[in-house]
């Protein structure tokens, strides 16, 4: 088992920027990539970006540019750090650990950008 804990979400007004954390506990051993996802009401979860065991990286195109992924192994923590933010960046964020056939979820935090 993986246990996911996010942190960092709030409100911020448009153009600012955010950090979210992810603390991961348990099996983490295995797990292959890690990753954050979002969901806006009334919209399917997407996949903000992620990052591999090894290091790589991948975006979605909405965010690349603004947001940079990132993790501190000695402190199993993983990070998403948002620039430029939009309305349309509002949604619950999600962490995500993924093993060879299992994935595991955080419980959200929740990102509002307004004015």
């Known amino acids: 088992q993986v246990q996911l804990v996010e942190s960092g979400g709030g409100l911020v007004q448009p153009g600012g920027s955010l950090r979210l954390s992810c603390v991961a506990s348990?099996?983490?051993?295995?797990?292959?990539?890690l990753g954050w996802y979002r969901q806006a009401p009334g919209k399917q979860r997407e996949l903000v970006a992620a990052?591999?065991?090894?290091?790589?990286?991948n975006y979605a195109d909405s965010v690349k540019g603004r947001f940079t992924i990132s993790r501190d192994n000695a402190k199993n923590t993983l990070y998403l750090q948002m620039n430029s933010l939009k309305p349309e960046d509002t949604a619950v964020y999600y962490c995500?650990?993924?093993?060879?056939?299992?994935?595991?979820w955080g419980q959200g935090t929740q990102v509002t950008v307004s004015s």
């Open positions: 990052i591999t065991r090894g290091g790589l990286t």
């Open positions: 995500n650990a993924r093993k060879v056939s299992v994935e595991y």
């Open positions: 348990g099996s983490i051993f295995s797990i292959l990539a």
